[in-house]
């Protein structure tokens, strides 16, 4: 991790923005007409969508998270951003990733700034996920879905960036070795698909000055 992005506690939001992908190129295909065959890597990808979202506090950016419920079918009990596949009436992306939001934490589209896209993430389970960086204002109201969330926290932006808090595991599955990336904070383990998009913010922005 770059000492000047260390040093800034958290990063400036014209660095944010220089981090992303602008949201007229989003990086997963905008409809979710792709099919999803979860065992074949080479199969096409079914699109969705996760917000990223920051918000604003007087101390410093932080990152809100979601718990899933301990009853889902799929991921219970995991930490992730809000998110889901992206419906063929949604507005594209940002459009999936809004009311995804919307619906898991009760925060409305009118309290989030989109900025941009991180890297396109394929998961096992079949899906192209396209990141939705968004700015969020800090008076929003929580509303979570108890059927989906158990629970909604933030994560200090600061605390994500010190020295050695991300760690990198391998597991073998299906007869290959992947990399897990994880960290904890307050009880909470942060692993597999929304460690690895954080990352991917994290590198972005120490590629930008």
């Given at each position: 991790m770059s000492a000047a992005?260390?040093?800034?506690?958290?990063?400036?939001i014209a660095r944010l923005r220089r981090a992303v992908h602008p949201l007229d190129t989003p990086p997963c295909p905008p409809t979710a007409a792709d099919r999803?065959?979860?065992?074949?890597?080479?199969?096409?990808?079914?699109?969705?969508?996760?917000?990223?979202?920051?918000?604003?506090?007087?101390?410093?950016?932080?990152?809100l998270l979601t718990r899933r419920?301990?009853?889902?079918?799929?991921?219970?009990?995991?930490?992730?951003?809000?998110?889901g596949r992206i419906e063929d009436d949604?507005?594209?992306?940002?459009g999936a990733a809004l009311r995804?939001?919307?619906?898991?934490?009760?925060?409305?589209?009118?309290?989030?700034?989109?900025?941009?896209?991180?890297d396109a993430f394929d998961t096992v389970s079949g899906y192209c996920v396209s990141p939705v960086v968004?700015?969020?204002?800090?008076?929003?109201?929580?509303?979570?879905?108890?059927?989906?969330?158990?629970?909604?926290?933030?994560?200090?932006?600061a605390y994500i960036l010190t020295p050695g808090r991300m760690q990198t595991?391998?597991?073998?599955?299906?007869g290959a070795q992947r990399r897990i990336h994880e960290?904890?904070?307050?009880?909470?383990r942060v692993w597999g698909a929304t460690a690895a998009i954080i990352l991917n913010l994290i590198q972005r922005l120490e590629a930008v000055q």
């Open positions: 992005l260390r040093a800034g506690g958290t990063p400036d999803l065959v979860p065992d074949d890597p080479a199969a096409p990808r079914s699109a969705a969508a996760v917000l990223v979202p920051l918000v604003r506090r007087a101390d410093g950016l932080t990152l419920t301990d009853t889902l079918r799929t991921h219970a009990g995991q930490v992730s951003f809000p998110g949604d507005d594209g992306a940002v995804e939001t919307q619906e898991e934490t009760g925060i409305a589209p009118a309290f989030v700034q989109p900025l941009g896209y991180l968004g700015l969020v204002e800090p008076d929003f109201a929580l509303a979570p879905d108890p059927a989906e969330v158990s629970a909604v926290f933030e994560v200090p932006f595991t391998r597991v073998q599955w299906r960290f904890d904070y307050a009880g909470h």
